[in-house]
């Protein structure tokens, strides 16, 4: 009678109720093996051999095989530290944004006119997989921080995304000189996921191998992304509060409506200034 009740309740539909395990409970016989199972399986030769030989398709050769590459980024620091001043203008207009350098012309601005006086990064660190040597194929790249300097902003840039428009110009007018200059084959645009896949928060992806001088085809297949940074008082900590609000024009911010508080948005902007001591 007991079993055709079980079974009863269990063809109604219904999940048979199960003791919930007592914090600090021995584990039960079944569990025991499992966890004998899983470690045997950790120590055998033919887990260790599978793993090993994984990792080595896998990851790229430290040391002897990486000297080009580690020459070519080193080249690129140069580069970038070398980037002259520059007068960057955005102004939106009906058919065509009215710009001051071509490559200005395909960016999509929140603002209507956007102006920024270029000046070369303040710092650049090496950040990233490639430092902590986690890097894995197929995706090889190296990823550097670099530091947009304060004298480029004014003080209420973190207000309507002024500081995402400054920051696209900036991205933009790098990549551009450097492809120009042939110290990368070419640069382009990628979102990561800190912004939510937001295309207004880029960062700057630099295909390497342009020539002999910057590693050539040892370093093919390689990419470099420039992420922009910002000292840590770039902008005042109080102004960035989860509960302030920095969207006075309204549009979308995740969620967070037009009219309250841009707790994402700040965020955003507080993660701007602590990328080189999140991505270490």
Known sequence: DHVDRQRATTDDGAMPKTKKRKLGKAPSR?????????SDLFRSNLFRLQTAELLR?????????????????????EALLGVPAAELAYASGKK??????????ALRLHGAS??????????????????????????LNVDLAVQIPSACLLEKDYLDHRY????????????????????????????????GGDPGWPVLVCEL????????????????????SLAADAFDAAKL??????????????????????????????LEGAPTAALR
């Open 241 to 270: 509060k989860p509960r302030r609000r920095n969207l006075r024009g309204g549009g979308a911010d995740g969620g967070d409506g037009g009219g309250g508080a841009s707790g994402a948005y700040n965020n955003l902007l507080r």
């Open 209 to 228: 191998g342009g020539g002999d001088d910057n590693g050539g085809a040892a370093v093919r297949g390689w990419e470099v992304r420039l992420i922009p």
């Open 96 to 105: 065509a944004p009215r710009v001051s350098h071509p490559e200005l012309a």
């Open 30 to 38: 079944e569990e025991v093996a499992g966890f004998r199972e899983t």
């Open 164 to 195: 995402a428009d400054k920051r696209q110009l900036y991205l933009a007018h790098l990549g551009a000189t450097l492809v120009a200059g042939g110290h990368v084959r070419a640069a382009r645009f990628t979102t990561l996921g800190a912004a």
């Open 57 to 77: 398709e896998v990851r790229p050769a430290h040391g002897e095989a990486l000297r080009p590459l580690e020459g070519a980024i080193r080249a690129l620091r």
């Open 114 to 139: 956007v102006q920024l006086a270029f000046e070369a990064p303040a710092a650049i660190d090496l950040v990233g997989s490639y430092l902590l040597r986690t890097a894995a194929r197929p995706a």
